[in-house]
Nanobody, 120 residues
Framework: QVQLVESGGGLVQAGGTLRLSCTAS????????MGWLRQTPGKQRELVAS???????NYADSVKGRFTVSRDNAKSTVYLQMNSLKFEDTAVYYC??????????????WGQGTQVTVSS
């Protein structure tokens, strides 16, 4: 079993910064992609940023230039540095990792979610 523990959410004023962390533990052979998604009430969960095993990153247009995703493979941890936060960034943020389970296969695991609230 794999467990993900998130931290770093909270309340911040518009223009402020937060850094989210998500650490995986358990039976992990190899982590493929890692990333962050967010969800607000009544809306589908949306991808915020992801990073693959080679370090290539992908961002939602709404966060490009403000958010940075990174990973520390030795610590099985993914980070999301969020700068210049806007009211519309308010959401529950979930980390997701894809763990290798065989040639061409992977299993997705989710964190418990952490609330980010940006006051205007």
């Amino acid at each position: 079993q794999v467990q993900l523990v998130e931290s770093g959410g909270g309340l911040v004023q518009a223009g402020g910064t937060l850094r989210l962390s998500c650490t995986a533990s358990g039976r992990i052979s190899r982590i493929n992609a890692m990333g962050w998604l967010r969800q607000t009430p009544g809306k589908q969960r949306e991808l915020v940023a992801s990073i693959n095993s080679g370090g290539s990153t992908n961002y939602a247009d709404s966060v490009k230039g403000r958010f940075t995703v990174s990973r520390d493979n030795a610590k099985s941890t993914v980070y999301l540095q969020m700068n210049s936060l806007k009211f519309e960034d308010t959401a529950v943020y979930y980390c997701q990792i894809n763990v290798d389970s065989g040639p061409g296969f992977g299993i997705n695991y989710w964190g418990q979610g952490t609330q980010v609230t940006v006051s205007s």
